[in-house]
């Protein structure tokens, strides 16, 4: 079977949309335009009509077919490629559909197989939504969605993306675009009157042009920030299928159709970072074996505590969620380790600064009332968030789960199927080990990243272990002969 016929337009409108602007542009500007500018408008068209080309030889050249074993795909024209996947491989046939797609009417498939290697599954760009369907229908065996749901946005959700920390960088980038797309046509932004009065009135009104710069900047990132939520998340809804597959349906502009195999699923994440967390607000991903690195992992988007801890224990089936026990607390030079890490940098800062005015002889009168103040306010911050990394600190079991916790900026719950751990790393810097602390990583099956127990005292981080999966780490340890401790053992060999 050939993609939709629809396709070779898809690819075109990649190339008008981006064009048109820049038509308007060059039109406005062409008094202004010179060979530096001409060329790079050249290149630009040059490259939309590569990118065109591109499409339409992938039109001509894909093929797919479903058979009753195999799904197969074949493409390329110099470099062709053919691709097969076992049909009892599949585990997710996700689509995802952006503006374009769907004014033509069209979707992207990806047929993944629960494995790293993105190479092991592949992706269908340009497959009418019926086609789409029944194609998802065919490789997974499911017919329509029961009435599962386990969460759905609710508008008062919304406001928790006003807290998102991109807020600032969504801000500032307008202004950063419109310096490049000036510089791209070789104008002076002195040269732009209303640039040279704002410049004029700054220096006459420095704090007043600030505050209304940094209101600015934040009314334009929070406004980002609640779009970007809306067209992400608007009628988002997370459902257990019949066939006990998690499936996160969300979108507004772009749709995606995400699903998750319950047997891939290892365990739930909850992340806090600290504006979110301020507001009582958190968010829940999966953790789960055989992901690639692009594919998403979100099963709720920022939404209330309460929300994300009642989620989580419908994710994992359980009457209590594991993210909300009490922990066990780590030892004292834990917290030794992070003041030290949190008073560091304004000392060094402090130090460079009196590097640079014992080198330029001379410290500026500003320097001596606001110096003193920085130090200190930089040293209380560290201090509250060194206390606050502490007391996030905590590890423990509930049931068959492994639950850990850590972080502040970012504060991370993770919650780890005991069954899933098949290793565990055991790593100790030198100032770890003349804290008698260390740190351990459990590692699962197919998964590249390690879910951490951070800086716990080494009896207490090599029992609790052996405590969670019993016998794993006994063949790497010795019990200590001599002043033996409590858990009765040493560190390892």
Same mark, same amino acid.
Do not use: H, K, M
């Given at each position: 079977m050939r993609l939709d016929p629809r396709m070779p337009w898809l690819s075109l409108g990649w190339v008008a949309g981006p064009l048109?602007?820049?038509?308007? +542009?060059a039109l406005v500007a062409r008094d202004r335009l010179n060979l530096q500018t001409a060329i790079t408008l050249g290149s630009i068209l040059v490259a939309f009509a590569v990118i065109s080309v591109i499409g339409l030889l992938r039109y001509a050249t894909t093929r797919y077919r479903v058979t009753g074993e195999r799904?197969?795909?074949r493409s390329g024209l110099l470099f062709r490629r053919h691709r097969s996947v076992p049909r009892d491989r599949v585990r997710s046939v996700d689509l995802t559909a952006n503006p374009l797609h769907r004014i033509f009417g069209l979707t992207t498939v990806k047929v993944g197989t629960g494995q790293n290697d993105a190479e092991k599954g592949f992706a269908l760009d340009g497959v009418s939504r019926a086609d789409a369907l029944r194609l998802r229908q065919s490789l997974l065996g499911r017919a329509a969605p029961a009435d599962s749901a386990i969460a759905e946005l609710r508008p008062a959700w919304i406001g928790y993306a006003l807290l998102s920390s991109w807020s600032l960088p969504l801000g500032l980038a307008p202004f950063g675009l419109f310096f490049r797309v000036l510089d791209m046509f070789g104008i002076n932004p002195a040269e732009v009157g209303f640039l040279g009065d704002l410049w004029a009135v700054t220096m006459t009104h420095p704090i007043a042009v600030a505050a209304v710069s940094a209101g600015v900047v934040l009314v334009i990132g929070l406004s980002c920030t609640?779009?970007?939520?809306?067209?992400?998340?608007?009628?988002?809804?997370?459902?257990r299928e019949p066939d006990r597959t998690l499936l996160v349906r969300r979108g507004l502009l772009t749709t995606r159709s995400l699903s998750l195999e319950e047997r891939r699923l290892r365990g739930v994440e909850v992340a806090e970072p600290l504006p979110l967390r301020w507001g009582g607000g958190a968010r829940?991903?999966?953790? =789960? +074996?055989?992901?690639a690195e692009d594919d998403s992992t979100a099963l709720l988007p920022p939404s209330p505590r309460a929300e994300v801890h009642r989620s989580a224990a419908a994710v994992l089936a359980? =009457?209590?969620?594991? +993210?909300l026990m009490t922990l066990r607390p780590h030892p004292r030079a834990a917290l030794r380790r992070r003041i030290v890490h949190a008073l560091w940098p304004p000392l060094v800062l402090v130090a460079l600064f009196a590097g640079l =005015?014992?080198?330029?002889?001379?410290?500026?009168?500003?320097?001596?009332?606001v110096g003193p103040v920085l130090l200190l306010t930089g040293l209380s911050a560290g201090l509250l968030l060194a206390r606050d990394a502490y007391r996030n600190l905590g590890h423990g079991l509930h049931g068959g789960y492994l639950v850990t916790r850590y972080g502040t900026a970012r504060r991370r719950t993770?919650?780890?199927?005991?069954?899933a751990i098949i290793g565990? +790393?055991?790593?100790?810097?030198?100032?770890?080990?003349?804290?008698?602390?260390l740190t351990l990583a459990a590692t699962t099956a197919a998964g590249k990243k390690a879910y951490k127990v951070r800086d716990v005292s080494v009896p207490q981080g090599l029992a609790f272990a052996e405590e969670s999966v019993p016998g794993l780490l006994a063949p790497f340890v010795h019990r200590s002969h001599g002043g033996q401790d409590r858990a009765g053992w040493s560190s390892p060999r």
């Open positions: 048109a602007p820049l038509a308007i +542009t799904v197969e795909l609640l779009l970007l939520y809306i067209e992400s998340w608007w009628r988002f809804r997370l459902t829940l991903n999966a953790v =789960a +074996t055989g992901l359980e =009457a209590v969620s594991p +993210t =005015a014992a080198w330029l002889s001379r410290i500026p009168d500003l320097l001596w009332p993770v919650v780890l199927r005991r069954s565990w +790393t055991v790593s100790r810097s030198p100032f770890q080990r003349r804290a008698g602390l």
